[in-house]
């Protein structure tokens, strides 16, 4: 990790000389993963929307690492809400920018399905994120019919609706 912390001087110094260094942000982001820091991935990634609002790949790298927050909000028995919430809003965003990204869509199916576990979880109805994951995991097919994870994502979407059913009777 040393050596990345490093690295982030270096990234720093050039954003300093052009803040329009798309790879720069994206490298920043990068290490504040690997470094398990989402809050300064996000930084990272937002302040690249900020010089580039275009740029797909740090609304998506946003989106993921907002994922990675919930998550861990999750796992900490936290409510991971917000966080989603804010990546399917920039998913949403990738969509309006590039709506043949399937990638884009599988990733909004799944933080839609974790939502949708976190609300099962707290008794509450995961019907409008599930119905939404499904939809999701449904476009990334119609764009990469050969996209195993979504085939595998959209039916356990469709199994966690059908266990809420029955849950409810």
């Not at 690295?7 to 790879?23: P, S």
Request: proline share 4%; net charge negative.
């Amino acid at each position: 990790i040393d050596s990345r912390i490093a690295g982030n001087g270096t990234l720093e110094a050039a954003l300093r000389l052009d803040f329009r260094l798309e790879e720069a942000y994206e490298g920043l982001a990068l290490v504040a993963h690997a470094s398990g820091d989402a809050e300064a991935a996000i930084a990272a990634f937002s302040r690249g929307i900020e010089a580039d609002p275009g740029y797909v790949p740090h609304w998506l790298g946003r989106a993921q690492a907002l994922n990675v927050q919930g998550q861990i909000r999750l796992n900490r028995g936290e409510d991971p809400t917000e966080a989603f919430q804010a990546a399917e809003a920039d998913l949403g965003r990738v969509a309006g920018l590039q709506n043949g990204l399937a990638e884009a869509w599988m990733w909004r199916g799944n933080v839609r399905t974790n939502l949708a576990l976190w609300q099962i979880s707290r008794g509450s109805d995961p019907s409008e994120p599930t119905e939404g994951a499904i939809a999701d995991f449904g476009k990334a097919l119609s764009l990469e019919p050969g996209l195993v994870a979504a085939w595998v994502s959209r039916g356990k979407a469709r199994m966690n609706r059908g266990m809420w059913a029955v849950r409810r009777g």
